[in-house]
Each structure stands twice: as structure tokens, then as C-alpha cells.
């Protein structure tokens, strides 16, 4: 019988072992966590709308009326006047006929897969996709193909090679760890001339990118014909929680009759998707909030530039500083940590062996002085190392 104490032992020898910290006070850039006031660099909140009195309102309002929970799933009696609202709120902020609001982005994209796919057809993913893609793919029974990160070009080869009956391509419109955008506009035109489907999960562009924060779409100037299925979350730059999927009428009724993470799974509570209502008018007159948070990106790169930092390439809120070991990233993050700075050292499984790194995400709500303190304390503990 395998010692589970053994391996929990081993992952802390190996600077694996993962601890939750205790919040204190409301997702902000300053917070309270574990008893010490930070300035928090590590939420994917990017526009400030987790704490914004409007939809706060609207969540308690919403609250008054509907109560806590839903009760049920959406196909029993869980579906609420206000579900129903979002979905349509977002069908026409993302210009597709309908939506389907799913609890997690997890279960949105295991839903997909498995309603989608099934034995004899394939799917193909990057090799940097996320967790959630990546184990829809296994748990769809498809053959899972997966290719070098941002090579198009191997992509095409394994889809020209395949015989399969249906192909699905699924990918990362922002990368999660590495904060770089996937060629969509190359993945798209592959896609059409080998007769697959093409699903995004837009998870940290929708709301961040695109002059209306249409996401990585609209950053692109994509349609709904380049890229059929469209997987948003609510709990990024929306500041709320759950997802949703976005495409014509045929997918959206196909998976409320098929995706078993649809049909099986509670719905949310009614008062955040009242909440996320806000949310979304938010987001498409927030080009202000974009604007600074661009302005934030570009100012914590040429500061990084300045130190002598290692980063990798994005142009996006995640912005990763390279530090090689599991051991160094974890005693910087706890080093910023005593200084005042919230920064997750992330560490394999989640990256590749020997790309630990800091994930710094930055927010529209960050000072100029606070990017700067971050940089100055980051050079500094990495030259302690």
C-alpha cells in the first residue's frame, strides 16, 4: 500500500509542497493575508472589478431576492430570470447567438470534450494548454495529439496525418503561466483546410484585450466562423465566478442535452450571475481600465529590463521572472513575502522541469511606485540567492 506521508514528505524535499494562504479582506491590490498587510501581485482580478461597489451591490440586491444558493442544476428548477439574462448578456458581448453558463471553466471544458468527442475522433493541444483542456481531452476518449508550444506547424503535420472522424483543436487563447497569446489566426486557417473544429479558452483575455475587452478574438479581429467554440470565465477579469461557452444554436442546445458537467452540476447562485450583468457593462466601457493596465504592463517590463530580470515574452497581464530551481522561486516568493509582496512561485507539475518562475499578474489598479518597490525587492532577493 503506497505511504501517501512518504510522498508529501518527498514533494517538500523537492520544493513542491504547496501551502494556502489565509485571506483576510476583500481581492484588492493591498490586502490583508495570513495576519501581514501585502501589495498583492498575483490575482487574475486585472480591471479591480472583484471588489467594485456597483456589482457588490448588484450580488446583494440580487441576494434579497433569490437567496443564497440555486438549489438545483439548470435543467431542474435552477435556472433563474437572471441566469438567463447573462447568457444573453454575453451572446451579444461576444457576438455569438447563444451562451451557456457553466460553474467553473473546469467543468466548461470538460464539458465541451466529452460532448463533442468520443472514441475515434482526436483532439490536439498545445503542449503548455491548461490543466482543465488538457484532462478534457483524456476524459473525452479521444486520442489526445499534442504539440510544441506555438508550433503551428507541427500542428498541421499531426492533422494531415490523422484519420480520425472528428477533430477538435483546443487551446489557450492567453497562456496561463506563461502570458502569451497562441497564433489563432494561423490556428484558425489550419483548422478550416482540415476540416476540425477550433475551441479557445479565453480565459484571461476576455475583458483584458481587445478595444471592447472582446479577448483574444478581438485582439485578432477573429469570428464566430474562425473559431466555432468560445470558452470565457467569469472569475478573471469579470470579478466574479463561474464560465461560460459561447457559439451558434446548434452547439450551445447540443451541450445542454450532452455535456454531463452541464446537466450534472448545481447551477450558480443567481445573485453572481446578477452580479457578472454589471460586470459585463463594465467590461465594454472600460477601455479606461484596459488603457492603464497596458500602461502597467509596459512600465513593469522596461523596469524588469532595467534590473536585469528574466522574462519571458508576453504582452499580456502574466508576467513570468525566470528562476530556474523550484528551491530559488519558492525562497524569493517567501522573501517578497516578509518584504510586503504577494508573489506565487509556481513550480512543476505546472511548468516544465527547470522553468520554476514567479508569475507576477498585474492589475489596472496598481501604482506606478508599487511596480517599482516590487522590481527593486525582486533584484534584490534574487541577488541574496
Known amino acids: 500500500m503506497r505511504s501517501l506521508k512518504a510522498e508529501l514528505e518527498q514533494r517538500k524535499q523537492e520544493h513542491?509542497?504547496?501551502r494556502r494562504r489565509i485571506t483576510e479582506s476583500p481581492q484588492a491590490v493591498h490586502m490583508r493575508i495570513d495576519g501581514r498587510d501585502v501589495t498583492?501581485?498575483?490575482?487574475?482580478?486585472?480591471l479591480g472589478l472583484a471588489n467594485d461597489p456597483d456589482i457588490i451591490k448588484a450580488f446583494q440586491n440580487a441576494a434579497n431576492e433569490f437567496g443564497v444558493g440555486s438549489g438545483a442544476a439548470h435543467l431542474i428548477n435552477g435556472h433563474s430570470r437572471y441566469h438567463h439574462e447573462l447568457e444573453e448578456a454575453l451572446a451579444e458581448f461576444t457576438g455569438r447567438e447563444r451562451t451557456l453558463l457553466f460553474s467553473t471553466g473546469y467543468m466548461a471544458n470538460l464539458g465541451v470534450a466529452q460532448a463533442l468527442l468520443g472514441k475515434g475522433d482526436a483532439v490536439f493541444e498545445?503542449?503548455?494548454?491548461?490543466?482543465?483542456?488538457?484532462?478534457?481531452?483524456?476524459?473525452s476518449q479521444a486520442r489526445l495529439q499534442r504539440y510544441p508550444h506555438q508550433d503551428s506547424a507541427a500542428l498541421e503535420n499531426k492533422l494531415q496525418a490523422s484519420r480520425a472522424r472528428q477533430k477538435l483543436i483546443m487551446t489557450d487563447g492567453v497562456f496561463s503561466m506563461d502570458g502569451d497569446i497562441a497564433p489563432l489566426p494561423e490556428l484558425a486557417k489550419i483548422a478550416r483546410q482540415n476540416d476540425a473544429w477550433l475551441?479557445?479558452?479565453?480565459?484571461?483575455?476576455?475583458g483584458a484585450l481587445g478595444k471592447n475587452g472582446g479577448g483574444t478574438l478581438e485582439h485578432y479581429g477573429l469570428s464566430t466562423e474562425d473559431v466555432p467554440v468560445l470558452m470565457g470565465t467569469l472569475g478573471k477579469a469579470f470579478g466574479t465566478a463561474g464560465a461560460f461557452v459561447a457559439g451558434d444554436e446548434d452547439l450551445i442546445e447540443y451541450l445542454i442535452q450532452t455535456a454531463r458537467s452541464y446537466i450534472y452540476t448545481t447551477a450558480m447562485p443567481?445573485?453572481?450571475a446578477a452580479a457578472t450583468l454589471v460586470s459585463v457593462e463594465k467590461i465594454r466601457n472600460g477601455q479606461d481600465r484596459r488603457d492603464q493596465l497596458n500602461?502597467?504592463?509596459?512600465?513593469?517590463?522596461?523596469?524588469a529590463r532595467e534590473h536585469g530580470l528574466s522574462l519571458l515574452e508576453s504582452e499580456t497581464a502574466i508576467q513570468g521572472v525566470m528562476t530556474g530551481s523550484s528551491k530559488a522561486a519558492l525562497r524569493v516568493s517567501n522573501l517578497l513575502f516578509e518584504k510586503g509582496f504577494l508573489v506565487t512561485a509556481i513550480r512543476?507539475?505546472?511548468?516544465?522541469q527547470n522553468t520554476a518562475r514567479l508569475r507576477i499578474t498585474l492589475s489596472c489598479d496598481h501604482s506606478s511606485e508599487d511596480i517599482d518597490h516590487l522590481i527593486r525587492y525582486i533584484s534584490k532577493s534574487c541577488k541574496t540567492l
Do not use: E, K, W
Open 16 to 18: 513542491l509542497y504547496r
Open 40 to 46: 498583492s501581485f498575483c490575482s487574475n482580478d486585472y
Open 126 to 139: 498545445d503542449r503548455l494548454n491548461h490543466a482543465s483542456l488538457l484532462d478534457g481531452g483524456l476524459l
Open 199 to 206: 475551441m479557445v479558452d479565453d480565459a484571461h483575455g476576455l
Open 270 to 272: 443567481a445573485a453572481i
Open 295 to 303: 500602461q502597467n504592463i509596459q512600465h513593469f517590463r522596461a523596469a
Open 348 to 352: 512543476p507539475p505546472t511548468v516544465p
